[in-house]
């Protein structure tokens, strides 16, 4: 499993991307939070390709995409797999529906169908069940001390909830660049206020973590965050990318909590920027590769993702961004004929 730890952490970290799509669904259609009207296609057709390439990193993973397939013909309840598989594409055919139908009733000047309500409302607690689920496949082993923690969940769903509304933000100040639709600044100062309080929550949560564990002086658990703040036994090599990530989501707490910076285009981007990508190392290969390395005896064998698993994990992204601009095309092509 050691070996293809790139491919679970990026499988980690897209499904809170998927998952923060819920941030802008949630006001929209439950709290009919009306300025959101522009944005939340947007944010689920964002979870529409998180998905997809979550889904395509477990096929790489599990080298023969065939078995996948037993999933379905060996259905197994009692596994937590079984379940992220039937949330995950769960969550994808939701969002594909909603999406659609939606989009479609905008382009034809009418309400969207009364029988798409129960799917929306429903989608909501999925898109919180999609993370948690992955944070139970973690924390239910009982062999890896790094994840047996009952906060796992809730640290999966803050960065989420961080990271998937900066990617939105971002893509939401390019499409405001390069076509005639504009997404609303109020929108986009909205979702920055949403990312500024979760990234918060989400390092106050790591912090909680540092302190049970140091003070309590449990073995299982130190030696994981020694590794990966201040090397174990002569290996560091994550020591650099987790201090850089800590550095990047200080860095995006104080330039998205600071009203004039948040508000400043030029510092709101680098914001998201700093807050995406802390995440992306703290959840992706920090989470996932601390949490194998040392393994249960203690010991300390390194993973360096090697060149083919680089390319391969690009090719998965690119894969992603097409599916994703396919459909942003969709959307804002139907946003503009509207308007005009």
Not at 3 to 13: K, Q
Not at 61 to 84: A, C, E, I, K
Not at 190 to 219: G, H, K, R
Not at 292 to 315: A, D, R, S
């Amino acid at each position: 499993m050691l070996e293809l730890a790139i491919n679970i952490a990026n499988f980690t970290f897209l499904v809170g991307v998927a998952a923060g799509g819920v941030m802008v669904v949630l006001p929209y259609y439950l709290h009919d939070y009306k300025a959101y009207g522009k944005v939340t296609i947007l944010g689920e057709f964002l979870a529409i390709a998180s998905v997809i390439m979550c889904i395509t990193f477990i096929l790489v993973d599990l080298g023969q995409p065939m078995r996948v397939l037993n999933v379905l013909l060996y259905p197994t309840p009692n596994s937590v797999l079984f379940w992220d598989t039937v949330v995950l594409n769960g969550y994808l055919f939701l969002n594909l529906i909603i999406g659609w139908n939606v989009l479609e009733a905008e382009r034809n000047g009418v309400h969207y169908q009364s029988w798409l309500k129960p799917l929306i409302y429903l989608s909501i607690p999925w898109a919180i069940s999609i993370h948690t689920v992955t944070a139970y496949l973690y924390c239910g082993l009982p062999g890896r001390g790094f994840w047996l923690t009952a906060i796992l969940a809730p640290r999966f769903l803050s960065s989420a909830f961080a990271s998937g509304p900066a990617l939105l933000i971002l893509l939401c100040l390019i499409i405001r660049r390069v076509t005639n639709f504009d997404p609303g600044w109020k929108q986009i100062q909205s979702l920055a206020v949403t990312v500024a309080y979760a990234i918060c929550i989400n390092v106050f949560f790591l912090l909680c973590e540092v302190f049970v564990v140091f003070y309590s002086q449990i073995p299982e658990h130190m030696d994981h965050l020694t590794y990966l703040f201040v090397g174990l036994h002569g290996h560091g090599a994550y020591v650099p990318w987790m201090w850089t990530s800590m550095a990047l989501m200080a860095l995006g707490i104080i330039l998205l909590v600071n009203p004039a910076t948040r508000k400043n285009e030029l510092t709101l981007i680098a914001g998201c920027i700093a807050v995406f990508f802390g995440c992306w190392i703290d959840k992706g290969m920090g989470m996932i590769s601390g949490g194998f390395v040392p393994n249960p005896m203690h010991e300390v064998n390194e993973y360096i993702p090697t060149l083919l698993e680089g390319l391969i994990t690009i090719g998965v992204y690119a894969l992603g961004f097409l599916v994703l601009t396919i459909l942003f095309k969709i959307a804002v092509s139907v946003k503009e004929e509207v308007r005009a």
